[in-house]
DNA sequence: TTATAAAGGACAAAAATGGTCCTAAAGGTT
DNA sequence: AACCTTTAGGACCATTTTTGTCCTTTATAA
């Protein structure tokens, strides 16, 4: 359980390696798809995510592609992973506030609310262009 | 995404109930699943993964039933999640160690190992005790 | 006007989830 | 011994989610 799915896998990959490019470079979706080694029409449909969001700015036409939306820097892992994946929500009830009717349930919410705090702390504090470097 | 299943949450309430119980009483799986309002099948799978684990003690025959293996202060919420969920792991990679040839996933991974460890020390620091007070 | 590239929608195979049902085995009861 | 009760275990199945593909449309540049 808890597990990230390929698609929140592959947004990772993806980003990174267009964080990875100089700066002003376009990327064509086939070239992310290639150097990530993502399915390109899967990859496609998460970049659609990203840009709706404005994590990545979308070209069409020759000479289009993507670009970074932000400097990598203010691009946070949990808003690429919530975008392909969704809110974080460890419990179903979480998202449903106090309309949880079970009485022993209402005991376990405030740890699901921890752990959902939790991770999102971690994903928070780490950015794309912490994930960008490359290896020395 | 990181959302527990059914599985889990009636997993949880079945325990929780077991453990409202007089000490040393016998239920019956059908009484649980009663009263955690779980399909009484799905539970008794959820409590055979219990038994296997020592969580629970079952008894076969008239008069049998379950009883909690060990003192509800001795049961975290980890066993009980991990037992019908299995282990917790945000990234897949995490469990084959070094096995990720992926590079840039290799600044990755101390990240995802992070979220497991503070998801990890939020349910185990909480018990089935804790969960099974009854309210005031 | 044509080539290029992303956007968007429809579709589909495979896997996971959320169960049910039946038989077997174990343990009491008569 | 025969019988009833209760869990164990396996097979099965419907639905949902995941993991994609493919085709048409739209925007843009040459």
Redesign the interface.
């Known amino acids: 359980?808890?597990?990230?799915?390929r698609k929140?896998?592959y947004a990772?990959?993806g980003i990174?390696?267009l964080a990875?490019q100089p700066p002003g470079k376009m990327s064509l979706i086939s070239e992310i798809a290639d150097a990530a080694?993502v399915p390109q029409t899967f990859l496609a449909k998460i970049f659609q995510s990203f840009a709706k969001l404005g994590i990545v700015n979308s070209f069409r036409g020759t000479g289009g592609g993507f670009t970074l939306g932000r400097p990598a820097s203010r691009i946070t892992?949990r808003e690429v992973?919530e975008a392909v994946?969704?809110p974080?929500?460890?419990?179903?009830c979480l998202m449903r506030g106090a309309e949880c009717d079970?009485?022993?349930?209402c005991?376990?919410h405030p740890?699901?609310r921890?752990?959902?705090s939790?991770?999102l702390?971690?994903?928070e504090s780490?950015t794309i262009e912490?994930?960008?470097?490359k290896?020395v």
Do not use: F, S
């Open positions: 359980m808890m597990e990230l799915t929140g896998e990772i990959r990174i390696y990875q080694e892992l992973v994946e969704g974080i929500m460890p419990n179903r079970r009485v022993d349930m005991l376990v740890v699901w921890k752990v959902q939790q991770i702390q971690v994903l780490v912490d994930l960008a470097k290896k």
